[in-house]
């Protein structure tokens, strides 16, 4: 059964954890092409296994630092592009949904709010409690859709897309970190709200990690000839009344 596979075991305390990682993993395939649902449903248990990566830091690209410490970029480029690559060559769809699942680890790691920088001496001691408070609040998570996709499958254009994601989630490391240290305390998830700022940055950044893997899927799928009709972004984006640019709330589960 796929529910044996384990996420993310051996992995740092990030913002996501194994099962947000999942509900991520679930969240992004509701949105892509009928066609795609079907091929990640059938291989369930590759598309677990991939998101699981197992490999070694620093290889695993989980951090990308302002000192250029870290390889998250170009680690999220290579995945998308392979995955592209194999698609197009015809390797077994079994491997390349597995790949699929090595994309989203990396492509959500863009937009943790915790790899794109280091330099808070106690971002220790809140760490583990943030990736659990992210995970609790999940249920409240409204998903809006953010059309800014792929502009192309090239490696420079794909670490651009990836360097973007990461500098725009970075901002919000500094926020969280003094969210924690009040008055010289370590406060504890448990007294924020839905007002609170770690309430507001779980919401944004695990939306937009959803939407980048939906998108990177659907980059991948649609230029490896892929059948792309029907997918419910598309219809959500359409429906926003402002076209391909605007914004669209998915429905909650």
């Not at 390349?96 to 937009?111: E, F, I, S, T, Y």
């Not at 254009?157 to 240290?181: D, H, M, N």
């Not at 406060?187 to 924020?192: C, G, I, K, M, P």
Request: hydrophobic share 40%; net charge positive; proline share 6%.
């Amino acid at each position: 059964m796929a529910a044996a596979v384990t996420l993310g075991a051996a992995e740092p305390a990030l913002a996501w954890s194994p099962t947000t990682r999942k509900r991520m993993l679930d969240d992004a395939a509701r949105l892509v092409p009928p066609s795609l649902q079907r091929l990640m449903k059938r291989y369930r248990r590759e598309l677990l296994r991939g998101m699981a990566m197992r490999v070694p830091e620093p290889e695993a690209g989980h951090f990308e630092h302002p000192d250029g410490n870290g390889r998250l970029v170009a680690a999220a480029a290579e995945a998308m592009r392979g995955t592209y690559v194999a698609l197009q060559t015809g390797e077994p769809l079994k491997r390349v949904v597995g790949r699929l699942g090595r994309v989203a680890h990396l492509v959500g790691d863009l937009n943790d709010p915790l790899v794109g920088r280091d330099d808070d001496p106690r971002e220790a001691s809140y760490a583990e409690d943030y990736a659990r408070y992210v995970e609790k609040i999940l249920p409240k998570v409204r998903l809006t859709l953010e059309d800014r996709p792929p502009q192309g499958l090239d490696v420079d254009a794909l670490r651009r897309w990836s360097r973007q994601a990461v500098e725009r989630t970075r901002e919000f490391y500094e926020p969280i970190g003094r969210s924690y240290w009040v008055d010289g305390r370590l406060a504890e998830s448990r007294t924020f709200d839905e007002r609170s700022i770690p309430f507001g940055i779980g919401c944004l950044t695990y939306s937009r990690a959803v939407n980048d893997v939906a998108l990177a899927w659907m980059a991948i799928w649609r230029e490896g000839g892929g059948d792309t009709a029907g997918a419910l972004y598309d219809k959500l984006m359409d429906g926003d009344g402002r076209g391909r640019g605007g914004r669209a709330n998915a429905p909650g589960r």
